[in-house]
């Protein structure tokens, strides 16, 4: 949703009948994508091809700083449902001169080998960072993320000129067995639901 200040979000979103709460306080989340030279997952993304996956690195709190708990995440889709897998990074300081060259490829893999395979053949692709909010349902069974304060870089951390301070991203997220429910929640929301990668949109910010 664009040109909503996160503070009437978060109205919007505690008169929702299943009375949502804040669930943590806010924290900065840092991506850094992955995908071969001829971009398959951006490709495959874009053209909604259904069983699809795309393989990040992240990290919260500070961008630049020695990080001891990353996670290296391949993030799957099959339709409609989204399945995640996450490989502890025990340790990578994260630095300006290890995007270049893709050192931080290298640095990963000196972590854990069995992401090699994984990564065969990738590149640093995008980067991006924003700050979420996270809020749960008072049965626990649905919650809200609001992200927002986006900014894109590319692989060289050239930071994207275009400017995303008005956009916010709302997901809603559930166990497989409440999905019904989920148009329940979505039908008292003032906006209309649209797909959104981050992933695609840090890729084409730099297309321009």
Do not use: D, P, Q, T
């Given at each position: 949703c664009n040109n909503f200040k996160s503070k009437n979000l978060y109205f919007i979103i505690k008169k929702l009948s299943y009375g949502f709460v804040k669930k943590y306080n806010k924290r900065r989340i840092n991506n850094v994508y992955f995908d071969n030279l001829d971009k398959d997952n951006y490709i495959q993304s874009i053209e909604g091809i259904s069983n699809r996956f795309k393989i990040r690195l992240r990290w919260y709190g500070k961008f630049f700083r020695?990080?001891?708990?990353?996670?290296?995440?391949?993030?799957?889709?099959?339709?409609?449902?989204?399945?995640?897998?996450?490989?502890?990074?025990?340790?990578?300081?994260?630095e300006n001169k290890i995007f270049k060259n893709n050192k931080i490829l290298n640095e990963i893999l000196k972590n854990n080998?069995?992401?090699n395979l994984l990564l065969k053949n990738n590149i640093v692709s995008s980067v991006n960072t924003y700050e979420r909010e996270y809020f749960e349902s008072f049965d626990k069974k649905f919650r809200i993320t609001i992200d927002y304060n986006l900014k894109f870089f590319n692989s060289n951390l050239k930071i994207?000129?275009?400017n995303f301070n008005e956009l916010c991203i709302i997901e809603i997220k559930t166990n497989l067995k409440y999905l019904n429910n989920i148009s329940s929640i979505t039908e008292e929301l003032p906006f209309r639901l649209s797909r959104f990668s981050k992933y695609t949109e840090g890729i084409e910010s730099f297309l321009d």
């Open positions: 020695v990080v001891e708990n990353a996670n290296l995440e391949i993030k799957s889709k099959k339709n409609f449902i989204g399945f995640k897998n996450s490989y502890k990074i025990n340790k990578i300081n994260i080998l069995e992401i994207c000129k275009k």
